[in-house]
């Protein structure tokens, strides 16, 4: 059983950067493809990114440039560096992750999420 636990989100203004980390349970964390998605209000839970690795990556458009996925093996953490925040941002944040590294990234593929954190972009 994998177990995720989301952190670091807050209320920011526009501009400003975030960071999130979500901590793994587990032994085979570095075998996991890792994913963070979000949700906003009256919206389908959407991709932003996906680690299958710390060189082979996925970003969404609408983060491509701003956003940053990174993962520390050796600390089983995966995070996410949010950069330029927009109020579009706004969000619950969910860390995700599955075993195996195949190329899937819808939010159905994923088998293990976290309970969310919150993100609040102002304008």
């Known amino acids: 059983q994998v177990q995720l636990l989301e952190s670091g989100g807050g209320l920011v203004q526009a501009g400003e950067s975030l960071t999130l980390s979500c901590a793994v349970s587990?032994?085979?964390?570095?075998?996991?493809?890792m994913g963070w998605f979000r949700q906003a209000p009256g919206k389908e839970r959407e991709v932003i990114c996906i680690?299958?690795?710390?060189?082979?990556?996925y970003y969404a458009d609408s983060v491509k440039g701003r956003f940053t996925i990174s993962r520390v093996n050796a600390k089983n953490t995966v995070y996410l560096q949010m950069n330029s925040l927009k109020p579009e941002d706004t969000a619950v944040y969910f860390c995700?992750?599955?075993?195996?590294?195949?190329?899937?990234?819808?939010?159905?593929?994923?088998?293990?999420w976290g309970r969310g954190t919150q993100v609040t972009v102002s304008s």
């Open positions: 995700a992750a599955r075993p195996g590294s195949g190329y899937h990234i819808g939010r159905d593929d994923f088998d293990y």
């Open positions: 587990g032994r085979t964390f570095s075998s996991h493809t």
């Open positions: 680690s299958w690795s710390s060189s082979i990556t």
